[in-house]
């Protein structure tokens, strides 16, 4: 059995059909369906077992889960930058994640985590995802420490020798409608197009970048699922690896692909960035997957227009919202 939690969020749910694809059906997926409509991303799949997080936690503290488990892919978490709890992150993002480790581990299952590039804060120390330097970042939002926290504890655990951790950019596409506020830019421009026929970006609010030439490493859903799922088949493979494309682009960059697919110009208008965010942008971020490369990964990445014009044309287009 392999074992996803966060199974119907927007990578999990991608993985999900990934494993399908290939012929994997015996899943269970973990989650939190709550009130909105991630459940919809359950529907094409084929899986054993679906349980709430809070049941599946219970049985692995109890020891009382006695199905075989090839492989767990723990990618529940809360991902909301914007959360202030910082308890209620400890709790989900942290204790959670440790519980989960010591569960695989236990299984002789292969435990491949999302981290997360929040940990890498303003980028002043670079994006490597070499383990040396793990204890110099400095995220900037408690999401983001969350995640930090548990990269920290896995090292000083010795775990990450045995274990996979993944910094996952940012990732878009399809299976990602349920997440609010939180959802990608191509989505939401999309919408915005189709109401009124332009978009808003965030001003900038750092000298070094121009309106709309903010940068951030843009990545497809499919091609993260194909990045995962490479640690599945690759089981000798451990540490932490920046799942990215490695290659920045800017927030006009990705506007005007999202206008491509329409066919239109761009009309592109610039707003003001909310003061909750303010002090805590991003305006850089880019992944270096060398260290991914180097393990054997050498699948072509889809370059970000191709990306867009794909989720746009056959999703977003004709009315698919899962893959």
């Not at 290659?247 to 009309?267: E, H, Y």
């Amino acid at each position: 059995m392999i074992i996803i939690t966060g199974g119907a969020g927007l990578i999990g749910s991608a993985l999900a059909a990934g494993l399908n694809a290939k012929g994997f059906t015996d899943i269970l997926l973990v989650d939190i369906l709550g009130k909105d409509e991630k459940w919809k991303n359950l529907r094409n799949l084929s899986f054993t077992d679906y349980m709430e997080a809070d049941d599946f936690l219970e049985l692995i503290t109890a020891g009382r889960f006695a199905l075989p488990v090839e492989a767990v892919f723990h990618l529940g978490a809360c991902s909301a930058t914007t959360e202030l709890d910082a308890s209620y992150l400890a709790k989900n993002n942290f204790d959670y994640s440790k519980a989960a480790c010591g569960f695989a581990l236990e299984k002789k299952a292969r435990f491949v985590y999302a981290s997360s590039a929040a940990t890498y804060g303003d980028g002043s120390r670079g994006f490597s995802d070499d383990e040396s330097k793990l204890a110099i970042l400095e995220p900037m939002n408690m999401y983001g420490y969350s995640k930090q926290m548990f990269d920290l504890w896995a090292q000083k655990q010795g775990l990450l020798k045995k274990i996979v951790g993944l910094k996952y950019f940012n990732v878009f596409g399809p299976n990602e409608y349920h997440k609010a506020d939180m959802r990608s830019f191509v989505l939401k421009a999309f919408e915005q197009i189709k109401a009124n026929g332009s978009v808003s970006l965030f001003k900038s609010y750092n000298a070094d970048y121009a309106d709309g030439r903010q940068m951030r490493d843009f990545l497809y859903v499919k091609d993260a699922v194909e990045m995962t799922l490479f640690f599945l088949d690759n089981k000798k493979s451990a540490g932490i690896f920046n799942i990215g494309t490695g290659q920045a682009r800017s927030w006009i960059d990705l506007a005007n692909a999202v206008f491509a697919t329409f066919g239109k110009q761009p009309d592109i208008k610039f707003v003001d960035m909310p003061d909750v965010i303010r002090d805590n942008y991003q305006y850089f971020t880019q992944a270096d997957i060398s260290k991914l490369v180097m393990a054997g990964f050498n699948k072509q990445i889809t370059p970000l227009e191709a990306s867009v014009r794909d989720y746009v044309q056959n999703y977003l287009s004709q009315g698919m919202k899962n893959l």
